[in-house]
């Protein structure tokens, strides 16, 4: 692949994760329901004293056409829905009421500013169009099935009908089940546009998926995974681990997977590091290997497939004293720091104060493969520890691509001529006051301290996505004034993202805030130096369900384009089914 078509790929990926980002604009949060009832309520009595203005005959016009069918529809809504096993917030039923009130009444305004003439026509279009509108919201947030949300969608406009045909004229009953029919068709139309593009890329129902969404954005639901499942396929992938034991029979599981901890919190592999730890009975540090989105768990059932094949490589170790002291090297803008341990090399690298974000499986694997002619056991950490700018990948090929392979490479050469002592070693975990919406995950801050010849060297992991640009720096800066060396790396959990993927350790808690845990981390571990053995594995995870190659990529570029078209092509029906409704309006005129 030329220079050129790498840097177009790039752009992609930068620019579909950027946009899927983008998406949590479109997220709010719905106002208590009284806020609502009170702008229905102030709006219909607006419309009752510009009636009694344009005619005494339409005194009532605001509480018949807009309050009560505002109040009902809040109040039916719910119920209609509950048969069917769907459900809705009061505060979002009173909010979607009190935004159909609103449009009907600036619609209904309209038409009397044009000519008094208009005026029960374009009341009925305004019932018309907030039918539509209840249509395409409870499909989206309910259930896209329209025989499901049919009648709860229906509700506020009937009620307008029926509550006004006690002073509107008879015409009225005459045209506006026409109109009603005319929007709710042009309605059904948009859903099935929007319905239409996911449908036919992935099998899958797209309003079904933003019921999914919203479900786990308000109560944690995970059925969004059944629809990963659906689009995903399985890799096999290896995952490098090493095994430590200290003399006191305290043990520490340091494993590196090749696959990514998304999409977002509780979802799918959102919470691999602290899932997977718990896996285990043994302390267990999971740093971030090389993956990306495309490598997300569709489920964290899947994490089972990991955990056995981790442990059918338990019974082949073979335990060694041995290790070296660790070692630092530089290529470009990437600096390693390594460590051999007894049969497997330990390599820990980053770009920061440069961004450091994912690396593709394929950059990691090229990496295990040339270190293989030194040893079977090679553990690649991408240390996922500056943010900086847009989210994106590095890719294969790459400059920094081909950075990473050199210095990895140094790294690999250095195995022959690294002396070995015997290895003490020492954990701690401590757990941090803050939380994911703060930019840390459950795990908090792990400590490993490896004593190797009077050096010391601490590999500390923060669980959480990413960290803010110099945030490292000053972790760092400050650890190294305890330890002769360190690196610090983050976990890359998603558990800390709903929406957005920027939420780094370090944006919301400033380094200072972080660092007398981090002194007590570095304390502890230092305390629980001792002798320890090294073993290390290679463990292949066969069969374990991702999103699949670009999935992510593709999925972003559908919803994105359907936000492009559909406006243009929303105001398109819409209009053809005013027009239709205003010949049908003369005609019975």
Known sequence: MTGVSMRRCETHHKKYDAKIEGLSRYIFSSPSWYESLGIILILGLFVDAVGFRINPAFLHLGTFGFILPGFLAFLLTSPLLRPFHRSITWNRSALLAASCTVFSVIITLVG????????????????????GL??????????????????????QSFTGIALCSLILPHQVLLTAPVVLLLFGGAFSVLIWLIDRPLYRAFRIRGLSFLNAFIAHLTDGSKAMESFFREIGEEVFVPQTSFFFKKEDGSELLF???????????????GNLPSLLGKRFLEMVMVPHGCATHDFNLVSDDEIDKIVDAIVKTKKDLTY????????????????????????ALLMVAT?????????????????????????????????HNCMTGDITVVLPASRIAEEYRLASAMAIDGWDITQTSSLSLGTSHVPVPFSREQGFGDTGIQVMVAGVSGQRTGYILLDGNNMAEGCREKLRDHVLTILDEAEIMTTDSHVVNTVSGKNPIGLCIPPEQIIPYLDTAIDEACKDIRSATVAGSTALCEGVVVFGTNSIAQLASIVNTILVYIVPVSFGVLLLAFLLSLFVYGIIQ
């Open 112 to 131: 009397a500013l044009v000519s008094l003439e208009y005026l029960f026509l374009f009341f009925q279009v305004a019932l018309g169009f907030i039918f």
């Open 134 to 155: 209840r249509l395409l919201v409870l499909a989206s947030i309910t259930d896209y099935r329209i025989h499901i949300i049919g009648l709860a969608a229906f509700v």
């Open 351 to 383: 770009r920061s104060p440069e961004r450091t974000e994912d690396l593709e499986y394929a950059i990691g694997h090229a990496i295990m493969c040339e270190g293989h002619r030194k040893t079977r056991h090679i553990g690649f950490v991408d240390a």
């Open 255 to 269: 494993t590196i997977p090749n696959l990514h901890p998304g999409p977002m919190g509780e979802i799918g592999g």
């Open 320 to 343: 060694s004293r041995e290790a070296s002291s660790s070692c630092r090297v530089s290529y470009g803008s990437v600096s390693l720091l390594y460590q051999r341990f007894g049969d």
